[in-house]
């Protein structure tokens, strides 16, 4: 159990921005009033105490170094995949398939990043789950909607167990210079994505006008886009001294990912609208479920990965 | 507190804890709040984990007064089924079979009632294993509102269950459950059997329906 020590004054800067929220926020509550309720600001509380319960959980998961990360993102991969499942197209016949998804396929995938087998695990999902589920599928012999079933079953692994495992991955490069501090990675990328989507939240809600995608996301908006995600890409710049990049090319990084974060949030707005839902679920009081959460960090983790794996990392 | 209930309770507890890491199951409140006055939940059936679910998002303080009604004929045959049912959840086990029968099914449920019970029943009677959300329900619940007819009868309908645990199937596929509790109706006043039984049928029904819109 050892931590950089960059990786402590990160979590003194994120303490201090919950504080400044939580501070903002009851002032906010206190101008509507004790009797008064505004659901925007009954909301706001209800993300920046979800907030400090999520901060707490990935601080102590990443004390524990690389057992914690795969522990707590096998975990979350669990309860994004059970929203992803309930709301997926299966029949009775796909019960042995999705047990094996979940039993199977997902605590492979985290063993294999356990042990840093690379070549295994980044072919695992796309290559052996794609063809053997459709096989265990197929053998009870329902055939009713079966490209349907099958597709959907393989997009939620592919979403919430492959996506997702690129982030403990992470700890399996290797940095010349940056030995024993991988666990960076995972901090400066959660906390650009993440950085991101709040940022993009408080633009939006200070001066969003031009709706980007009024169809798929209301709350999407033109402002709230730009500003958030430049200003996270300068707060990635910002945090250069924690990774391996040069100063501009954590700018440039960064804003790769928060780009591909909201693009993230963007297709699984897309899924819920198709699927009739408002929210993947209701775990996370505020922010509705595990996925509401982590889908701009799945659609990034893969893409940061590669990325640094192709220029920085000798493995 | 003997060994044996002790075990009970700690079976029961990690029960609750096990379906609710499956299910992440959420109560939604539509129409009655949990409070402790004598109800009977009458659901549909899908799966044996159905009155699990029912237990597990009703408050521990209620839930200890909740006893659900079961078939002796399955619950009775073996060992570990008899400890679950009788120890673990304190079912009041009905024998199905006229024939065989020793007790009134009817009575037993209205003695627990009056013991300070509330009751879970499932009014079709089996597990619904077809396409037909809901069977007809079975006579039971009539015969029980006409007996006591002063106890609110509380629909509740349980989603997705039947996916993560279908009939016959061993291991449960982790999905989300979700149990509506609907508003509470009672016999009235020259109701006949089967005006009342249609009308707790589509009150059921009713309750799906809304909890697809929502």
Known sequence: MSAPFEFIILLGGVLCVLILASFVASTLKKRVGPNDTDPVIENLVA?????????????????????????????????????????????????YALATAFF??????????????????????????????????????????????VSETQWGLMICVFAASHVPALLTLNIPGYEGKSILLIAFLVVVVQGSDVLQYVFGKLFGRHKIAPVLSPSKTWEGFLGGVLSASVLGALLWWMTPFAFWQAF?????????????????????????????????????????RLDSVVFSAPIFFHVVRYFWSTT | MTANSVFANVSASAIVL???????????????????????????????????????????????????????????????????????????????????????????????????????????????????????????????ASQRPDVDLVPVWIENLNRVMPKGEILPIPLICTVRFGEALRLEAGEVKDAFLKRSHAALIALKDSGDAA
């Open chain 1, 47 to 95: 993300r920046i105490n979800a907030w400090w319960a999520m901060v707490a959980l990935l601080a102590i998961a990443m004390l524990f170094g690389r057992a914690g990360a795969v522990i707590l993102f096998w975990l979350l991969s669990f309860a994004a995949m059970r929203e992803f499942l309930t709301l997926t197209a299966k029949s009775r016949a796909d019960h």
């Open chain 1, 104 to 149: 199977v396929v997902l605590p492979v995938q985290y063993y294999l990043v356990w042990i840093g087998w690379y070549g295994l695990y980044s072919i695992f999902i796309p290559v052996y789950a794609f063809l053997f589920l459709p096989i265990i599928s197929a053998l009870r012999g329902e055939t009713e909607n079966f490209l349907t079933r």
């Open chain 1, 252 to 292: 440039l990084v960064s804003l790769l990912v928060a780009v591909m974060g909201f693009f993230g949030g963007l297709v699984m707005s897309a899924i819920k609208r198709d699927k009739g839902v408002k929210d993947w679920g209701h775990l996370i009081a505020g922010h509705g479920g595990f996925i509401d």
């Open chain 2, 18 to 144: 096990f379906a609710r890491l499956v299910t992440a199951v959420r109560a939604i409140w539509d129409g009655v709040e949990p409070v402790p006055s004598k109800r009977v939940y009458f659901a549909n059936h899908t799966s044996n984990g159905d009155f699990v679910l029912i237990w597990a998002v009703l408050p521990p303080s209620i839930r200890r007064r909740t006893r659900p009604v079961a078939a002796s004929d399955y619950w009775l045959t073996s060992k570990l089924k008899t400890f679950i049912g009788r120890d673990v959840f304190n079912a009041v086990l009905i024998d199905r079979n006229p024939e065989s029968r020793e007790d009134d099914p009817i009575a037993q449920m209205a003695d627990a009632l009056d013991g300070g019970s509330s009751l879970i029943l499932f009014p079709e009677g089996t597990r619904n294993i077809g396409d037909d959300p809901l069977l007809p329900f079975k006579t039971g619940l009539y015969h029980l």
